[in-house]
């Protein structure tokens, strides 16, 4: 059994930065992969980046180079750090992991930026 917690949500100006963490449960964070996602309202939810065991990291187009997801295996936490946030980043935002073949979602956390 996995629990992810999302925070660091909230409500900002376009152009302002926020920074997302994601604490994980369980003993094996270092040798898992872990992502974050959003889901606008109306809309499917989308991989926003992704980080592997080893550190190898994906981005969407519309985030690159404005977010960097990172991990500290020491604290079992993920993070997303977004700058230069635009409205359209409006979303809850949510921390994903694999493991034994068993998808687990974090309760994700609100990002509103404000035109």
């Known amino acids: 059994q996995v629990q992810l917690v999302e925070s660091g949500g909230g409500l900002v100006q376009a152009g302002a930065s926020l920074r997302l963490s994601c604490a994980a449960s369980?003993?094996?964070?270092?040798?898992?992969?872990f992502g974050w996602y959003r889901q606008a309202p109306g809309k499917q939810r989308e991989a926003v980046a992704t980080i592997s065991s080893s550190g190898s990291t994906y981005y969407a187009d519309s985030v690159k180079g404005r977010f960097t997801i990172s991990r500290d295996n020491a604290k079992n936490t993920v993070y997303l750090q977004m700058n230069s946030l635009k409205p359209e980043d409006t979303a809850v935002y949510y921390c994903?992991?694999?493991?034994?073949?068993?998808?687990?979602w974090g309760q994700g956390t609100q990002v509103t930026v404000s035109s």
């Open positions: 369980g003993s094996t964070f270092s040798s898992r992969g």
């Open positions: 994903r992991t694999v493991q034994d073949g068993l998808t687990y």
